[in-house]
C-alpha cells in the first residue's frame, strides 16, 4: 500500500482509538433529545459536517449547516455543534456566544480543552487532533495544519451514525428511501 495512506491509516487509528462508546452514546442522546441541530465549522471541516447533515438527515435528524439556505431558527430545545480543531476561530467562537445568548445548548468537538469554545459549550468531545496553531500537546500529525481533525469527523460522523442505526434497531432499506433518488 503507498506511503501516503499507510501514514494516514496509521495516524487515524492511533488518534481514534480512545473515543469510548459511552462518549458516542451520550452524544446521540444529545442528538435525539433536540429539536432541531445545526452543525457549525469553517473550511474543510465544514466539509466534513456537511457530510453529517446529509446522514443524519437519512436517520431522520432534523439537522442543518449553519449558513444553509434553508437553515431555520434556535431556542433552548435545540443543539448548536461546533466543530473546530483549535476552538479558536472567529466564526465557531462567534456563533457559540450567538448561540448560548439565546439559550441553545452548545456542543464542542475539538482538540483544545480551556479553548474559547470549550468554555462555552455545555458538552465536549476533545479529540487527539493537531490545530493549525501547533499548539503544545497536539498529537504529531505529519499531515498539514488541521486534516488529521477533518477526517477525524468525517469518521466520527459515520461512527456515529452506525451506532444509532444499531441502537435503533433501523432498517437500511427503510434508511434508502429518505436518500436521494434523483442520482
Not at 19 to 45: A, P
Not at 48 to 67: A, M, Q
Not at 80 to 91: K, R, T, V
Request: one cysteine or more; aromatic letters at 8%.
Amino acid at each position: 500500500m503507498n506511503t501516503e495512506v499507510n501514514l494516514i491509516i496509521k495516524e487515524l487509528e492511533e488518534s481514534m482509538s480512545f473515543i469510548s462508546t459511552e462518549e458516542i452514546d451520550f452524544f446521540i442522546e444529545k442528538l435525539q433529545k433536540s429539536r432541531r441541530v445545526i452543525v457549525v465549522g469553517v473550511g474543510r471541516v465544514m466539509i466534513s459536517l456537511k457530510s453529517w447533515v446529509k446522514r443524519f438527515n437519512h436517520l431522520e435528524v432534523d439537522i442543518n449547516y449553519f449558513g444553509s439556505e434553508t437553515e431555520e431558527n434556535v431556542n433552548e430545545d435545540d443543539l448548536i455543534i461546533i466543530a473546530s480543531s483549535s476552538g479558536e476561530s472567529l466564526i465557531p467562537v462567534s456563533i457559540a456566544k450567538k448561540a448560548k445568548s439565546l439559550g441553545t445548548k452548545v456542543y464542542y468537538i475539538g482538540c483544545t480543552k480551556d479553548s474559547s469554545v470549550f468554555k462555552m459549550a455545555d458538552y465536549q468531545l476533545l479529540l487527539k487532533g493537531k490545530t493549525k496553531f501547533n499548539l503544545e500537546n497536539e498529537f504529531e500529525s505529519q499531515q498539514p495544519m488541521s486534516t488529521l481533525f477533518e477526517q477525524q469527523l468525517m469518521i466520527l460522523g459515520d461512527a456515529i451514525a452506525l451506532r444509532m442505526i444499531r441502537l435503533k434497531d433501523l432498517d437500511i432499506d427503510e434508511i434508502k428511501l429518505r436518500h436521494a433518488n434523483l442520482e
